[in-house]
Structure formats: C-alpha cells, structure tokens
C-alpha cells in the first residue's frame, strides 16, 4: 500500500558551473530512484534512505517512503537507522589503526587486553577476532536476537557467550560471529584504557564528520530514528524490541546513510590507516594451518570484484533494519542503503547497490560474492 510513497525528500549536491563536486545528472537519479522503488515494493519496505558517495565527497542522499508509518513520519536524508553488522567494518578499523601505532598486538592472546573473557582449550588472537575465525559461537535467533536486557559497557556484555564453548579451533575456518567483535571491543578498550564509546567516536567517528552516529541506546531520546518493521507472510508488522547495547561492537549504533558513506570515504582517504594496511583489510584471509583463503573475506570487510577492481562492503540485518554500504577505492565510489524493516536478504541487498554502482558508471557489474552478507 506504500509502493507510490517515493521520492520523498532530497539532498543533491549540484556541481557549481566550474571547478568541483561531482553530481549526479537526472538520468542517474531517475534509474537509481526507480532501483530503490522496484526493491521497496517487492520486499514491502516501509522506509529507506540512500546515499551515494563519488570522488570524496557525499554527492546525493535522499529518503523514500515512511520513516515510522503509524505517525506518517517520511524518510529524510536525516533519519536515522541501526547500522547493524556494518558496525563491524568501524571496529576492525579501529583495531588496525591501532595495530600501525604498535599499540596493539594482533597476534597476541586476546586475554593480554581483555582477560575478562575466559582462556580456552586453545588461544584466541585478536587476528582470528578480525577475520571471524575463532570459533566464538554466533549469537540465537531468539532471546540473543531480541536481548532486552541493557548493558552499560561492553565488558559486561561477555556474560552472553564467555562461558560457551568454542565452535571449532580457531583458525580452522571462517565462522561468522557477532559475539566475536563484542570480544574486540573490550580487546580496544583494554589496548588503549579507554571506554568503547568514546574511543571510536575519536578514532573513527570525529575524523570522517559522521556527526550523526552515537550508540542505539533506546533510552535515549535522538531526533530522526526510524521506527523499525518486519514482513511476515507479506503482512506489515512492528518489528519485536531489542536492545543493542550487547552487541555495541559488533553493530551497536545508529546513523545516516550520509554518515555511513563518509565513514568508507575516511578509510578510502587514508584518514584511518595506511594504503598497506588498507590491501590487508581487503585480501582474502589465509587459514594459517591449511594454507587456504577466506573466500570473500578479510578483515572487517567482505570482499568482491568491481570491474577487476578489489571492492569492500559489509551487509546489516537485525531486528527494525536491513542495511548495506558497498566502496570501490579505486573509483573513488561509496554507497549506502537503509530499509526501515529487517529481513531483506543479503542478495537483495547486494544486488541493488551493484545496480546502483553500475548507474554510476560501471561497464561491468560486480562478480557475485560466495560469502553472504550478514
């Protein structure tokens, strides 16, 4: 019943008469709107803002459709979503930028910097956290899922999941897992003796101006949060409640599409961490003792092909939102997507913001990717 509610509200950038800003012509903002739209109405999303990112600069953003749909509230540029799993790709930056300053061991055990979490059988590094080989379990699809509970800091998160034992060797092979970054974030905590928050709001946040990005606190009051759905059996539902605050590390926050697009515009800039240290973050993790690669994964990022070119993205889906942010560095482009309602899949994801880069000005799409987006 909302296919018809688009184009709601814009923010484009246009390029002066010399000198600057790429922008969008009106041809690429009719095609990318028309892709948003097809996805909306064939996945009965309510809401979703976009942005797209070219040459360092956010070029173009703009909401679709209802924000919250029982008050009428419409999609901005402004509105604010959860990130979910993209969080990851923000505390795996934050690891190695710490890793360049030598002020984190990533091949140390993790208990160096957090001995809060329990040793295992075998060590855990901080390495293995990044590339999602350590075999911490990932988190149920109930109570873990639609956790009620608030939790005021990230070490007190671990009471979840510490205890469990582990899925496999760490190192074996790549097991996605959520409560695996929440173990990185008390592994940045104990590194620099600074607490989560404020510490990526400094490394990750002030230096790309994502002034929009806070933790998803649902006790707080924060202007412009989307209301957040789910679609059962085609029909329209409020989506069940959930706290974020145990899994703040691994997708904890709350942000813009612009935000989201200026954080992959910093790292693709420099702003994080060296060109070096980049290519690592975007190579196929090696399984140190069989010699094989992670197919589609690094660390902190899943990995795809772009016209011959390496490309990053990392997808979000968890209770009120399905999210996506995709970058290519060598063409300078960055997209970012949010739907207000949580299970569109990963694929459904993925293959609009292809479609959306090659309205950017692709020849050729990107491969498909053998590692689902979370």
């Excluded at 790429?22 to 976009?50: D, V, W, Y």
């Excluded at 649902?218 to 706290?243: K, T």
């Excluded at 974020?244 to 515009?265: E, N, Q």
Aim: proline share 6%.
């Amino acid at each position: 019943m909302l296919r018809g509610a688009l184009a709601l509200a814009a923010v484009l950038l246009l390029a002066p008469a010399t000198g600057a800003k790429p922008a969008l012509t009106r041809g690429q903002l009719k095609s990318i709107r028309a892709l948003i739209g097809s996805t909306m109405a064939a996945e009965h999303a309510p809401g979703a803002t976009f942005a797209v990112g070219l040459d360092d600069h956010v070029v173009w953003s703009e909401g679709f459709g209802y924000a919250d749909v029982e008050n009428r509230v419409k999609a901005l540029p402004e509105t604010r979503y959860r990130t979910a799993s993209i969080g990851k790709s923000m505390t795996a930056t934050a690891v190695m930028e710490l890793w360049e300053q030598g002020k984190l061991d990533i091949d140390a055990s993790i208990q160096k910097y957090c001995p809060k979490f329990p040793e295992k059988p075998w060590p855990i590094t901080t390495r293995e956290l990044l590339s999602h080989t350590s075999g911490i379990r990932e988190p149920n699809e109930t109570t873990e899922l639609y956790n009620t509970k608030h939790y005021d800091s990230v070490s007190d998160a671990l009471e979840i999941f510490a205890n469990d034992p582990l899925t496999m060797r760490p190192g074996d092979d790549f097991r996605y897992t959520t409560w695996g970054y929440v173990v990185l974030g008390c592994v940045l905590e104990g590194a620099t003796r600074e607490e989560y928050r404020p510490l990526m709001k400094r490394m990750i946040f002030d230096p790309a101006g994502m002034a929009s990005t806070r933790d998803d606190d649902p006790r707080a009051i924060i202007p412009d949060r989307a209301h957040g759905y789910i679609v059962e059996n085609g029909v329209l539902h409020n989506s069940g409640w959930a706290d974020m605050s145990g899994k703040l590390p691994a997708g904890g926050w709350i942000t813009t599409a612009s935000d989201l697009v200026r954080f992959m515009t910093a790292w693709m800039q420099g702003k994080y961490i060296s060109a070096k240290t980049q290519a690592l973050m975007l190579t196929p993790y090696v399984l140190p003792r069989h010699g094989g690669t992670v197919d589609g994964y690094g660390m902190g990022w899943f990995l795809d092909e772009y016209h011959g070119m390496r490309a990053g993205f990392h997808g979000g889906g968890t209770p009120q939102v399905s999210a996506i942010a995709l970058f290519v560095p060598d063409k300078h482009i960055a997209i970012a997507g949010f739907f207000n309602v949580q299970n569109i899949s990963g694929a459904a994801r993925i293959a609009l913001a292809k479609s959306i880069a090659d309205v950017l000005g692709a020849r050729a799409s990107i491969k498909t990717d053998t590692q689902p987006a979370p």
